[in-house]
C-alpha cells in the first residue's frame, strides 16, 4: 500500500507536468469520469463489404463474385439489418446488439488518407489529422487531455503503447507476463537508476501501477489454450480493469488478421474466422463490462478497406472506404449510418474501392462529444486539428 | 581515440562487449569499425532453401504426415533461431552481423504461412547475407528472386490477366510484393509513386515464381513466361516494353538506383544508428554516398563512421529483444545458445523471423519500451541473474559489458547491491545496458 500512495504520487507529478503545458481553458473539471470507452483497432484493412454487406445493391453480386454472400434467409445468409444491409453470420454478439439497440454500423467511411499503405493509413487514422505528419501523437491522448484529471485514464492493452494513444498525457499499459515479478527492493533500486532517464522512470513507474490493478482484476491467472484465449484473457483483463474503482476508463485494443490477400472466402476462410474472433472478443468485453455496460460505447475500425472486386488469388487488395462499428449500452444503436454511394462502376473510387462518403473523425468527434461532452471548439482545433469541416456525428451515445 | 570510443562502438555498431574487449579496441576502434566492412559478415553453413522446399512440396503432395510434417518443421525453424543466435555471439565482427539483422528486418520475411516456414533463415542467409558489405542492388536482386519472398509476398500466385495462364485460369494479379517493394524495400511510402506504378510493377513481376515438383530444378526460382503480362507496362514514367523476365530484372535495376530509395536506404540506416529520429544532415550525407557510388553499401556504411553525429551523444537506442539477449550472451561469454534462450525472446516479443508485417520490427524506442514490456525486460533480469548469481560477480559484469558508458548512479546501486543476484539484476535492467 505504501507502494500504491508513491506511485500515485509520482503519476500526480507527471500528470501535472503534462497538463502545465497546455492550454488552461482545456482542462475539464477534476471529477474523473465514469464514461467507458474501448477503440479496437482491426489492424491489417477490414473488408467492410463482407462484412456489413450491401446484399441489396444491385452490383453487389456480380463485381464481388465468388466473395459475394448470400442474402439473408438464404443457407449462410448475411444477418439482416435494415434491408438493405446485412451482417457477415460470424458477427452473431454483434447482431444480437444490434437488434437490441446497443450496436450501430456506419458504411463507406475512411480515414483523409488515399493511399494504400497499411502503416500510414493506420498512423492517420491514430493521429486524426487531415495529413499524415502534422501531429506526432495520438487523438485519444489529446482527448485525455481535454478530459483532464489527475488519474490515469488511458491503457493500452499490450506489450507497446499504439499512436492512438501516445502524447502528453499519461496512459498505462498492460499485457500478462510468463516470467516471475521482480520484488519491490529491486524495483525501488531501479526507480532510482531510471531517474535521470525519463523514458525508463515514466514506463517503470507506468508498469508498476498496471501489475497492481491487473493483479486485482485478474487474480494472477496465466493465460492457457492457445491464441484465441489468450485474446479472450486479455478482454476480461481490460474489462477488468475499466470497471476497477481507480483503474482506466478508455482502453486500446489490436486486433491483428485483416489483410486478406488471399483465401478471403465467405463463411470459411480468413475474413470469417477473423470476424468470429471479434465477435468472442466483443462478447467476453461485454460479459465483463457488466455492471458499466450503460456507460459503455465501443468503437470499432480500421486503417481502410478492400477493393470491390477479388484479386487473382481469392482475396482482395488494399482499397479505401469501409464499415465501422459504434457498440455498447450507451449507444442508441439499431441503425446503419452510411450515405451510400453504390458500387456501380462509375461511382468506385478510382475504379477499385468503395467510394468513401463520410470521414471516420465524424464518428470519434461523435463519440468525445455526446460521451464525455467534450467542447466543439477543442475537438475542431485541438483533438482533430483543422477539422471544423467534419461535423461530428450526432445523437450516437 | 579512447575507451570510451571503444565501448560506444562495440555497443551502437557491434553487438556488445565481451569480456576484455573495450580495452583491446581503445586504440582504433575506427579502424575496427572498417575492418569489419572489409572483411564482411560471416558466411552461414545452414542449408539451402531448395532441400527445404522440396521437402515441404513433396510433404504437400503426399497429403499424409502432415503433423509429423509440421513437427520436423518446428523442429528446423527452433536449430535455425539457435543457430542464428551462435553466429551472432560467435563472430568476431558483430558490426558486419549487426548489418546482417539490420537487412533481414529491411527485407523482412516472416514465418506465417507453412511454405515459407522454413525458408527463412535459407533466405537470409542466400539473399541478404553476401551483400551486407555489397551492391545495394544486388542484394534487392537476390531478395526478388528469391522463393522465400516470392512466395511471402504472394507473388507466386500473381498471373497476368491477359497471359495465357491467366487467361487459362481466370486468376489475376495480386499486387502484395510490388507495393511492398515501392513502399518498404526501395522508395519508401514519400518516395513519389502512384497506385498506377504498384500496378505496373506487380505486371512486370508477373510470372517470377518458383519452380515445381514436375519442373526441372525444383523449389528454386523460375520464370514462367505463360504468367506473364503481355504488353507495355509504365513505371516511374519509364516504358518497359522489352517483354519477359528482363522487365523485371531492368525495373530492380530502376528501383535500386533512384534518389527516393538512396534517401528511403538513408534514413533508415541514420534511425538504426544514430537516433530514432535522426537528424536531416545526417541523412544527407548518407543519401548522397548511395548515389555517388551508385548503392555501394561500404562507402556507405563508412560515410556514416564518418559522421560525428554517429559517436555522439552515447547510447540514444533502446536495445531490441534480440540485441539485448546477444548482448547478455556476448558479456556472459557464452558460446552457445540453448532453449532458454528462444524462450527470452518468445517472453520479450521478438522471436526470430516473426516480425508482425512486411514492414519488420520497429526500430525506435516507442516500438519497444511500453511500460509493459519495460516490466518484462527487469522480469527477465531477473531471471538472468538467477541463473549467473554464482558465476558472474556484478561488478565485472558491469565493466565487460558497460565500462565507461556507466552513470555515477548506477555504479552506486551495483557497488552497493545487497546480493550478486540483485546486483546482476540492476546491471541488466540498467538503462546503460538497455540502449545501446
Redesign the interface.
Known sequence: MVDLTRRHLLAGAACGLAVGALPTRLVLANAPTEKRLVLVILRGGMDGLSTVVPYADPDYRSLREDLALAPPGREDGVLDLDGFFGLHPALITLHDWYRRGDALALHAVASPYR??????GQDLLEAGDSRLGSSPDGWLNRALSVIGGEQRLGL?V????PLVL?GETPV????P???????L???D??A??????P??R???????R??MLAGTAMGDTEPAGGRQEAYLQLADTAAGMLTAEDGPRIAVLDA?GW?T??AQGTVNGALSRALGGLDAVLARLKAGLTPVWPETAIIIVTEFGRTVRP???G?T??GTATAAFLAGGAVAGGRVVADWPGLGTNRLY?DRDLAPTADIRALFKGVLASHYGLPTRDLERFVFPDSAGVRALDALV | MSRIDAAHALVRFGLGPRTGEIDALAAYPTGWLIENIARGADRSSSVGHQDRLVAFLEAREAGTAQTSFREQVRRQVRADVHQRIDTAIRTETPFAERLVHFWANHFTVAVNRPQVTSLAKPFEDEAVRPHVTGRFADMLSAVVHHPAMLLYLDNVISFGPNSPAGRRTGRGLNENLARELLELHTLGVDGGYTQDDVIALAQILTGWSVSRLRDPDPGTFRYHDLAHEPGDKVLLGQTFSQGGQAEGEAALALLASHPSTARHIATKLARHFIADDPPTSAIDTLSQAFLDTDGDLAAVYRALIDLPEAWQPHLTKVRTPNDLLIAALRAFDVREADERTAATLRLLGQVPWTAPSPAGWPDDAAGWLGPEALMRRIDWSVAVAGLAERAMDPRRLLETAVGPLVSATTQFHVDGAPSALEGIALVLSSPEFQRR
Open positions: 493511399e494504400r499503405s497499411h502503416f500510414d493500452a499490450g506489450q507497446s503503447v501516445r498505462m499499459s498492460w499485457a507476463s510468463a516470467l516471475p515479478s521482480a520484488d527492493s529491486l524495483l533500486r531501479l532510482d537508476v531510471y531517474a535521470g532517464d523514458l525508463f515514466d514506463a517503470l513507474a507506468e508498469g508498476r498496471a501489475n491483428p489483410d490477400h488471399i484479386n487473382g488469388s482475396g487488395d488494399h478510382e
